[in-house]
T-cell receptor
Framework: GAVVSQHPSWVICKSGTSVKIECRSL??????MFWYRQFPKQSLMLMAT?????????EQGVEKDKFLINHASLTLSTLTVTSAHPEDSSFYIC????????????FGPGTRLTVL | GIQVEQSPPDLILQEGANSTLRCNFS?????LQWFHQNPWGQLINLFY???GTKQNGRLSATTVATERYSLLYISSSQTTDSGVYFC??????????FGKGTLLTVNP
């Protein structure tokens, strides 16, 4: 149980284009999902918290107009990197919080974005 | 926000050895999780352990919340244990702050 998927697993795009990444909780409902970014050989940095049916809350320094987050249902959150540039190349990971007795977060397999 | 420090940053072991990884956090936490990141980047949940002790096979973890640290024990290490181990801790807002990780290399 508690499986989180991400799609696509990797994507290469041209500078200036937009890329959408999907995060799905497959066997549970997630009122809260999180988006992280990880640079090579570094830790995970929280970008934003995505709550179903409401606007996402962004961490300091994260451009909300560049990283659009939509959490339209209890099992799906999307991250759209708009007008991507090479510096946006990174590993993006989502997680979903299992509400209930514990606050355990389960992580998706990640999406590797390369912007040419 | 919560600050998380992990030690050691790197650890090299021979297969069969035991190891202890440490995670210090700066404030009281509602959530403390240990993860193993595999070579493909997937974070594998090891333990949810904001306090107390848990064991799962060759792995066990202990969190002493009053002293703000958690320990991950790996016994009889195997080459498949290699990878980066992260701890993430969080307060009442459910956000997780991650340490910089421990890179474990287990040699045959």
């Amino acid at each position: 149980g508690a499986v989180v998927s991400q799609h696509p697993s990797w994507v290469i795009c041209k500078s200036g284009t937009s890329v959408k990444i999907e995060c799905r909780s497959l066997d549970f409902q997630a009122t809260t999902m999180f988006w992280y970014r990880q640079f090579p050989k570094q830790s995970l940095m929280l970008m934003a918290t995505s709550n179903e049916g409401s606007k996402a809350t962004y961490e300091q320094g994260v451009e909300k107009d560049k990283f659009l987050i939509n959490h339209a249902s209890l099992t799906l959150s999307t991250l759209t990197v708009t007008s991507a540039h090479p510096e946006d190349s990174s590993f993006y990971i989502c997680s979903a919080r299992v509400a209930g007795a514990t606050d355990t977060q389960y992580f998706g397999p990640g999406t590797r974005l390369t912007v040419l | 926000g919560i600050q998380v420090e992990q030690s050691p940053p790197d650890l090299i072991l021979q297969e069969g050895a035991n190891s202890t990884l440490r995670c210090n956090f700066s404030d009281s936490v509602n959530n403390l999780q240990w993860f193993h990141q595999n070579p493909w980047g997937q974070l594998i949940n090891l333990f949810y352990i904001p306090s107390g002790t848990k064991q799962n096979g060759r792995l066990s973890a202990t969190t002493v919340a009053t002293e703000r640290y958690s320990l991950l024990y790996i016994s009889s290490s195997q080459t498949t244990d290699s990878g980066v181990y992260f701890c993430g801790s969080g307060g009442s807002n459910y956000k997780l702050t991650f340490g910089k990780g421990t890179l474990l290399t287990v040699n045959p």
